[in-house]
């Protein structure tokens, strides 16, 4: 089916990369509150994102990492759409089925989310694959860390404030004080986890290089 070992590879990051980004995008209109501090929900899978990204990076380049970012911005939108439609069409109302109402509830006010995030995503991937490669250029294949970390250090600034601003802010869902905190909450949080994971890319940085050297 495939014509190399590194086609399997990329199908494999690519799936989980599209799975991360879309389950993040549908569960993003819940918002938590751990003490003082505001997120969303959707932030949880975002680390593994992170990591697959800079995977795909390391071993297909910028170009890998661009095309499958608008592969996932289209199909976000797909879902968008067929979400859309869902809230349009009328349910089948029992007393252990859900109706419309909470159908709406949970996924008619995420799609402004998802517009929100498509608009963040593809910002911040494409500066992230900018910053990544600008180090990588500097630093040749070391320092995978450097890269990683500083590249997810600005990118995610503008994809938490992009994202926080336009899906409840601008909506009206929470005040500016609000903004701030759940922006920073967020921004902290997957910075804190990147630099946490960061071991796991290079695990998978090895197991990669193991498994396309492995005759």
């Not at 549908?26 to 990204?53: D, E, N, R």
């Not at 439609?85 to 252990?96: D, L, N, Q, S, Y």
């Not at 593809?122 to 990588?136: E, K, N, T």
């Amino acid at each position: 089916m495939f014509q190399s070992k590194k086609d399997t590879v990329y199908l494999i990051l690519a799936g989980i990369f599209i799975t991360n980004a879309i389950v993040a995008e549908l569960i993003g209109g819940k918002l938590i509150q751990i003490g003082p501090f505001i997120m969303s929900l959707g932030i949880l899978p975002w680390p593994i994102v992170f990591i697959t990204t800079d995977i795909i990076n390391e071993h297909f380049g910028k170009d890998g990492v661009k095309k499958l970012s608008f592969i996932t911005a289209g199909l976000i939108a797909y879902c968008i759409l067929i979400l859309f439609i869902g809230t349009k069409i009328p349910a089948f109302i029992t007393k252990e089925t859900v109706n419309d109402e909470q159908f709406y509830a949970v996924f008619g006010q995420g799609m402004f989310i998802m517009v929100a995030s498509i608009i963040a995503f593809l910002a911040s991937q494409l500066i992230d694959v900018s910053i990544f490669w600008f180090l990588r250029n500097k630093t040749g294949k070391k320092m995978i860390w450097l890269r990683s970390t500083g590249s997810t250090l600005i990118s995610q600034l503008i994809d938490s404030f992009i994202v926080s601003g336009i899906a409840f802010w601008l909506t009206g869902k929470i005040t500016t004080n609000q903004y701030f905190n759940m922006s920073i909450t967020g921004y902290s949080f997957k910075l804190i986890l990147a630099i946490a994971l960061t071991p796991l890319i290079y695990l998978g940085h090895h197991l990669i290089e193991k498994y396309l050297n492995n005759n």
